[in-house]
């Protein structure tokens, strides 16, 4: 069974730095895209940036020029760097893998339990 078990969040004062890791374990065939996503207090999921297995990004205008994510393929993980954090960057921060398994050689959508973000003004 697929699992992404996510670390590295928590409580930062603005201007901070925080680095988040999503690890995918089980029986893998292939990962596709992999991604951040976080969701406020009252708010909907929004995306955060992902990364396909071209090594191309894609960032909410939100995040450009402050967070940076990046994939170690052997180790199955997606990282997310956030740099010059602000209190607006509070949330839930989940992540999101396409990973293809020999029951869904097409891929299936996973998401980890979510990690929080906490930052202070």
């Known amino acids: 069974q697929v699992q992404l078990v996510e670390s590295g969040g928590g409580l930062v004062q603005a201007g901070g730095s925080l680095r988040l890791s999503c690890a995918a374990s089980?029986?893998?065939?292939?990962?596709?895209?992999m991604g951040w996503y976080r969701q406020a207090p009252g708010k909907q999921r929004e995306l955060v940036a992902t990364?396909?297995?071209?090594?191309?990004?894609n960032y909410a205008d939100s995040v450009k020029g402050r967070f940076t994510i990046s994939r170690d393929n052997a180790k199955n993980t997606v990282y997310l760097q956030m740099n010059n954090l602000k209190p607006e960057d509070t949330a839930v921060y989940y992540c999101?893998?396409?990973?293809?398994?020999?029951?869904?050689?097409?891929?299936?959508?996973?998401w980890g339990q979510g990690t929080q973000v906490t930052v202070s003004s």
């Open positions: 089980g029986v893998i065939f292939r990962i596709n895209a």
């Open positions: 990364i396909p297995n071209d090594g191309s990004t």
């Open positions: 999101n893998a396409a990973i293809a398994t020999i029951g869904a050689p097409y891929g299936k959508s996973y």
